[in-house]
């Protein structure tokens, strides 16, 4: 069985510029994740999908990010425009019951210049 | 708010001793808890969780956690360090009022291995 992926595994951009980020979860996880881990902080909550349904997005940052996941499979993690504090690592997760384990991606290194 | 509190940010073990890495939470209320485990280049593995049945939990690779509702504390433990071992600790919850499952984590523990 597949784990998450995710795409880019790093991406280096200026400020500005825009980037989207994607996760694959596991096949048949309803549940999908997003975290961040800003450099020396701890890993924060972003949003939370159930299938194609934003179920919490209290942790989104700004409008600046936008989380997409069309049809309940892959999601998309955009961000329009970079700033500095942009930078860090994007994890996706996923899970067949929301409280149940979740599977994490090996994360997307973010570095806005 | 519901907050995880990981003591030391980097702990060093000599091979063959005793690993303890700390973790507190912050609720009157126990919640779902977890510790994950980060090798280099690697995603988040789940280590072992504590979801309100035997308060001794134990994971994979000869770790343990016990949860201590008096000290809001689930601390984990390994008896013997492995070389293998070294890579970044992370404690985490789900409060008890959150169902969708969204994960609060602690600022994680490096753990070093010395030969």
């Known amino acids: 069985e597949a784990g998450v992926t995710q795409f880019p595994s790093h991406s280096v951009i200026e400020k500005g510029q825009t980037v989207t980020l994607r996760c694959d979860p596991i096949?048949?996880?309803?549940?999908l994740y997003w975290y961040r881990r800003v450099m020396g902080k701890e890993i924060k909550f972003l949003l939370h999908f159930v299938k194609e349904s934003k179920q919490d997005e209290s942790g989104m940052p700004n409008n600046r990010f936008l989380a997409e996941r069309t049809g309940g499979t892959y999601s998309t993690l955009k961000v329009q425009p970079a700033e500095l504090e942009d930078s860090g690592v994007y994890f996706c997760?996923?899970?067949?019951?929301?409280?149940?384990?979740?599977?994490f991606g090996p994360g997307t290194r973010l570095t806005v210049l | 708010a519901q907050s995880v509190t990981q003591l030391g940010s980097h702990v060093s073990v000599s091979e063959g001793a005793l690993v303890l890495l700390r973790c507190n939470y912050s609720s009157s209320v126990p919640p779902y808890l977890f510790w994950y485990v980060q090798y280099p280049n690697q995603g988040l593995q789940l280590l072992l969780k504590?979801?309100?049945?035997?308060?001794l939990v134990k994971g994979i690779n000869g770790f343990e956690a016990e949860f201590k509702k008096s000290e809001t504390s689930f601390h984990l433990t390994k008896p013997s360090a492995h070389m293998s071992d070294a890579a970044e600790y992370f404690c985490a919850v789900i409060p008890f009022y959150n169902q969708g499952g969204k994960l609060i984590f602690g600022q994680g523990t490096e753990l070093s291995v010395k030969p």
């Open positions: 504590y979801t309100s049945a035997a308060t």
């Open positions: 997760a996923s899970s067949q019951v929301d409280l149940n384990e979740q599977f």
């Open positions: 096949s048949g996880h309803d549940n």
